[in-house]
């Protein structure tokens, strides 16, 4: 079970059970202003996380808002990932982990970490570090998610399909080889590949998770600009060990460590003017 | 580079290093292809010799298509050649369902408990437990208790346990081997363990299963000892009923209950009689039986290679 868990997120050596500090919340006038007039998409509300006997999220809270990227920060085993893979509660294929907390999901407002997984994934899509495609054709790989939700019909597939390779920047390299194997795609392509699999069942929130590590800078650009192109449609979430590459693309920016959220708000502010010294440490490149 | 406090060697020792390594190198490439070599040539002994010994049976078509007969030149493998297709049928048919659904439910839906641990260590041993003790099992339960009597049913069941435990290891390690990310990739989209399972884990662990499947039926193609301990015959002249027919229903299954005899048999049955002139038989045979069973371990390796390339 360790193992299992250990090939997921590198968990924090321990964490302080004692004195567990209170988030920072940074708004500044304007960003208040833009919140009131947001809409929450998800919350997270007090949100600790075991590895079996291992803490790796220590009372986490922090407000997802509705179409904008939210970027997650911090060193290794600081719990991003971990925190990530709550949204879609990817820790629950795996034995001997538990949650404490809420996420609230919206409109509904529903507490995801009490529904059934399977719900929770069908509504929350997910794209990994690795690029991992199914090893089926383009377009195969792009229905998969239809498919799942037992969408079979050829009209809607073709639409769906071309809608969200469109949306992932993939369409004018794949549209004559859709029935080629997803295997003859570069790494990058493969990755935009994986996003727009999960794009096309229209999730309510999309994770991405380091979804550029595995990626040389071009790829990174390009996946980079088609996120940005997304923020107007779909609310994303994103883990990242490039600080630039969340200043570049994010809204907001929440920075981890040890399992905590220390800071948490507008990615300009918290970039520029960090209250905690921890994250002014981080992102200074101090340590990390 | 050269930074590190301990002292590095100088260049002639890491030549010297880099020297040895490769020589261990060469020793080690040498003996594995000797040890190939020897068991490579071992099986080529074996099959030029049959090859050579039952040459005038292998290039007279009767041989194949006679019934055994008392006269060793008119004597040919038609029966054992149907029976042992047939059996091979009722055993496929049989095993491969049943030995990938318990593959898939041990790997993928069992609860880790000490009951699946028992069931895991059961498994692996009934691979290793004597093919006669399965023929004396399927004597009492499927001949008798079952009243299946001494049938092409009857030893296609039992060639089925036999390989069962071979199909149901070969899914689970093909299973095992597919990548996590597959699976969160599966799981990331909504689908459920069923889906997962169905739309990508088997397709992808298809070639592992394949090749168990087809290495375990080559396995039982040879067996003799429980065929012939639930009671095959040693001489038939007979063939069963074939299995589809011009009147309705068209197809039918009392070739399921047809007593027979497969190869191994008749090959046994040749080489203990007396007369030299069947052992020339028994040689054919053999060289038959080989053919047949390097031919599945050769499609296996086909099929696996198919497999791959399609999914790249």
Redesign the interface.
């Known amino acids: 079970m360790q193992t299992l868990n250990a090939m997921h997120s590198k968990k924090p050596d321990k964490i302080p059970m004692k004195n567990i500090n209170e988030t920072v919340y940074v708004t500044s006038g304007a960003d208040a202003a833009a919140a009131a007039s947001n809409t929450l998409r998800a919350d997270v509300k007090s949100l600790s996380f075991w590895y079996g006997e291992n803490r790796a999220l220590s009372s986490v809270s922090m407000p997802v808002w509705d179409r904008k990227i939210t970027a997650l920060i911090g060193p290794s085993g600081c719990g991003k990932s971990t925190l990530l893979r709550s949204f879609n509660r990817m820790h629950d294929l795996y034995p001997g982990n538990r949650y404490d907390g809420e996420i609230r999901l919206y409109p509904e407002d529903r507490n995801l970490i009490e529904m059934d997984p399977g719900l929770v994934r069908l509504r929350v899509g997910m794209v990994f570090q690795k690029p991992n495609p199914f090893p089926k054709s383009i377009f195969e790989n792009v229905a998969a998610g239809l498919r799942v939700r037992g969408i079979h019909r050829r009209a809607v597939l073709d639409e769906r399909v071309e809608k969200s390779l469109k949306d992932a920047a993939l369409w004018n390299e794949v549209k004559d080889r859709m029935h080629d194997s997803a295997y003859s795609l570069s790494g990058g392509q493969q990755q935009r590949l994986c996003i727009a699999r999960a794009l096309a069942p229209q999730p309510d929130l999309l994770l991405l998770d380091e979804p550029t590590s595995a990626l040389d800078p071009i790829a990174t650009a390009k996946i980079e600009d088609l996120l940005t192109g997304l923020r107007q449609s779909v609310t994303v979430i994103i883990v990242t060990h490039n600080m630039q590459q969340a200043a570049r693309i994010s809204d907001l920016t929440g920075y981890m460590h040890m399992g905590e959220l220390i800071e948490y708000g507008d990615t300009g502010e918290l970039f520029t003017n960090p209250r905690e010294k921890r994250t002014s440490d981080y992102i200074t490149g101090r340590f990390g | 580079m050269a930074s590190s406090p301990g002292k590095q060697p100088a260049q002639p020792e890491l030549e010297s290093i880099v020297r040895g390594n490769r020589r261990s190198d060469l020793v080690m490439a040498g003996i594995g292809m000797i040890v190939l070599l020897v068991a490579m040539a071992l099986l080529a002994a074996v099959f030029i010799d049959l090859a050579v010994k039952g040459w005038p049976r292998l290039i007279n078509p009767d041989f194949y298509i006679n019934f055994p007969s008392r006269h060793p030149e008119q004597a040919g493998i038609l029966s054992a050649a149907v029976g042992t297709t047939l059996v091979m049928l009722v055993t496929a048919l049989v095993a491969i369902p049943l030995g990938v659904a318990a593959g898939v439910y041990l790997e993928e839906y069992a609860a880790?408990s000490w009951i699946t641990d028992v069931i895991e260590i059961n498994v692996s041993n009934l691979a290793g437990v004597p093919s006669i003790i399965y023929g004396l099992l399927a004597l009492g339960l499927f001949v008798h208790a079952f009243g299946l009597g001494e049938t092409i049913l009857t030893a296609g069941l039992v060639l089925a346990l036999l390989i069962l435990p071979v199909i149901i290891v070969a899914t689970r390690e093909a299973i095992r081997s597919i990548?996590?990310?597959?699976?969160?990739?599966?799981?990331?989209?909504?689908?459920?363990k069923w889906?997962t399972v169905r739309?990508?884990v088997l397709?992808?662990a298809r070639p592992g299963i394949l090749t168990g499947a087809i290495v375990g039926l080559a396995r039982a193609i040879g067996e003799a000892a429980p065929v012939i301990t639930i009671g095959a015959l040693t001489f038939i002249a007979f063939l069963p009923p074939p299995p589809v027919q011009a009147q309705p229903p068209f197809i039918n299954f009392e070739w399921l209950s047809s007593p027979f005899t497969v190869m191994p048999i008749q090959l046994f049955n040749w080489v203990s009689r007396p007369q030299a002139e069947f052992h020339i038989n028994a040689a054919a045979t053999g060289v038959v039986l080989m053919v047949m069973t390097l031919g599945m371990n050769g499609l296996a390796i086909y099929i696996r290679y198919r497999l791959r390339r399609?999914?790249?």
């Open positions: 880790r990548p996590l990310e597959l699976r969160e990739a599966a799981y990331g989209l909504g689908a459920d889906q739309l990508y397709p992808a399609d999914a790249r």
